[in-house]
């Protein structure tokens, strides 16, 4: 639409004509980046909850870097949306925005600033020339005006733009983070937000945090996703990520999951990044972050926090750069599963919280004063006395790709009694990330050492994609259960039959337990107590077992996997498979 052209309803001199609400202010919501503008649409509904008298229409402006999947986002939600060139028609009584580089329109209404990060804590690119400036700051031809508010979260923040932009003086409102609160009334669902991810029980979730720019986690070491894959047991952990919305907008999602393709297939969680980022962090045991804001939120909340890397854009002086100076580093060349699990044994709920107190003002009110303002800058009387409703974050979808193969550490300690088989999994896709400056030390229980019983191998879902995986695997295993053992034992001839190299397939069967059968013509009946229904882990068992040359029938094994024990019950079938012995 033109500058030409009519506005439509709800905006316009005829407008009231065809409208079928009739609102006694209209307030105009500059959505100029998907970051800024997810942040108004995060607490704005809170703000206006039931109230005919205000009028809202969202007015695009494209001239960020960073506009790219803003109209998408707004479609999605719903919103009547105007051209930018059209907002001084539309005759605001207000101008809401979370992008303090809009470039305003004349006139008289008051134009409310609210931060899409945890305020003024970093330098970034100034898009009206080739220097830098301090982020959320609104030009000073708009506080020159009068026009300005700008929302902060604490008092110090006050401080600190005065000693930067003196005009900013009379120009700030204390209302606090709405964000911040909305993480903390989520807080206790924890647990149900992980289950909602797909964190299997006992699983810890280590969640990487990246801002945007060459000296994010991600700008500056793209790989480490996979090589925390790599290093951290498929069976103890799962591992996630939160990437800024910038990065998704100025690079495309078709790049980030190109240059994340290795992590992804050995099923890094990759975190929509609009609205579920939030209770992902909720759910999150541990973080892996940098100068970005979801990082200092993950350690307001008291997780165990460590920096992969922290840009030198942060300002002195601001909750982040205490940060900086507070957190461990990540030594991603050092043994991270080692560092990583430190981190969780040494957890302190209350280590980073000075730091919050000096970023957040009175937490829990921040809704409510927000409205306060925001009403107001409408000349409006607020609706209801009552506080806005403080709401649980919604639980978010499970994403990330099913892991279909693995390398396999195991190790057999027959003094135990009864015998104890140690299984230690890892995506096979990430292989190539372990080793000598891949982020993880080669201990000495990775290494294959058949005079102790330790032992490692291949194995692969029959789903797995990669051909050559899937042609090198010791151990196949079936991709859903079997419907009868008959189905089971077809499919296990045809799969011994169908590769070569495999020295056993193993599946589960729907009434439970799993059959394995040996290049040899044998069939093992495995049934195990715990919850394990994938018949990978059992399949370990009778796979370390047999290159033990330890019996396989009427044999009660401890397998130890993960944080959990479990019996496996093995016995010998008659021989069913018409392959012979190799």
């Not at 900086?324 to 709920?349: F, H, M, Y």
């Not at 259960?481 to 034992?489: F, I, W």
Request: net charge negative; glycine share 10%.
């Amino acid at each position: 639409m033109s500058a030409s052209q009519p506005l439509r309803v709800p905006v316009g001199a005829d407008a009231g004509r065809w409208s079928t609400f009739h609102g006694e202010k209209t307030l105009v919501v500059a959505a100029r980046t998907v970051t800024s503008t997810v942040r108004v649409l995060e607490c704005l509904p809170a703000l206006l909850h039931g109230d005919a008298r205000v009028t809202v229409v969202f007015a695009h402006d494209p001239t960020s870097a960073f506009s790219d999947g803003v109209l998408e986002l707004l479609h999605d939600a719903g919103c009547r949306i105007i051209p930018w060139t059209q907002v001084r028609q539309a005759e605001p009584d207000l101008i809401l925005t979370a992008s303090e580089n809009v470039d305003v329109p004349g006139g008289h209404c008051p134009v409310l600033v609210l931060p899409h990060g945890i305020g003024f804590q970093k330098r970034v690119p100034d898009s009206r020339g080739p220097r830098d400036r301090l982020s959320g700051v609104v030009p000073d031809s708009l506080l020159d005006s009068g026009r300005a508010w700008l929302a902060i979260s604490h008092p110090s923040q006050e401080e600190q733009l005065l000693s930067s932009h003196p005009k900013a003086a009379g120009r700030t409102l204390l209302v606090g983070d709405p964000c911040y609160d909305e993480l903390l009334v989520s807080a206790g669902r924890a647990e149900a937000y992980r289950q909602a991810l797909g964190v299997p029980a006992g699983h810890r979730l280590v969640v990487l945090s990246s801002t945007w720019g060459r000296t994010s986690l991600i700008g500056q070491d793209p790989d480490l996703a996979a090589r925390i894959l790599a290093a951290l047991p498929y069976d103890e952990f799962r591992v996630a990520a939160i990437v800024h919305p910038n990065v998704w907008s100025g690079h495309g999602s078709w790049q980030i999951r190109t240059l994340l393709a290795p992590a992804l297939e050995a099923g890094l969680m990759l975190i929509p990044h609009i609205h579920a980022w939030r209770p992902a962090l909720v759910a999150a045991d541990v973080v892996v972050g940098d100068h970005g804001s979801v990082t200092l939120y993950g350690a307001a909340l008291g997780k165990p926090v460590l920096l992969g890397a922290f840009g030198s854009e942060a300002v002195d002086g601001t909750a982040a750069a205490e940060l900086g100076r507070a957190a461990p580093r990540l030594n991603t060349l050092g043994d991270v599963r080692e560092q990583i699990t430190s981190a969780l044994a040494a957890q302190a709920p209350d280590r980073f919280a000075a730091i919050a107190a000096g970023a957040f003002d009175r937490p829990g009110q921040a809704l409510a004063r927000l409205r306060a303002a925001l009403y107001h800058l409408l000349d409006l009387t607020e609706p209801t006395p009552a506080p806005p409703p403080a709401l649980y974050l919604g639980e978010p979808e499970a994403t990330g790709a099913e892991v279909t193969a693995w390398t396999v550490v195991s190790t057999v300690s027959p003094t135990a009694e009864p015998d104890t088989v140690t299984v230690r999994r890892r995506p096979a896709t990430v292989a190539p990330y372990r080793g000598a400056n891949a982020g993880v030390s080669r201990n000495a229980d990775e290494d294959e050492d058949e005079t102790v019983g330790r032992f490692r191998h291949l194995a692969c879902d029959e789903r797995e994609r990669d051909r050559r995986l899937l042609e090198s695997a010791s151990v196949l295993l079936g991709g859903a259960p079997a419907a009868s053992s008959t189905a089971a034992l077809r499919w296990i001839e045809d799969a011994l039959a169908r590769l070569p190299g495999c020295r056993l397939a193993a599946t589960a069967l729907n009434g439970g337990g799993c059959l394995v059968g040996l290049r040899d013509g044998r069939i093992v009946e495995a049934a195990t107590t715990g919850p394990t229904a994938a018949p990978g882990p059992a399949a370990a068992v009778v796979y370390s077992l047999l290159r033990a040359a330890a019996p396989l029938d009427g044999v009660l094994v401890t397998l130890r996997i993960g944080a959990r024990d479990e019996d496996v019950a093995l016995r010998l079938r008659a021989p069913s498979l018409g392959s012979g012995a190799d």
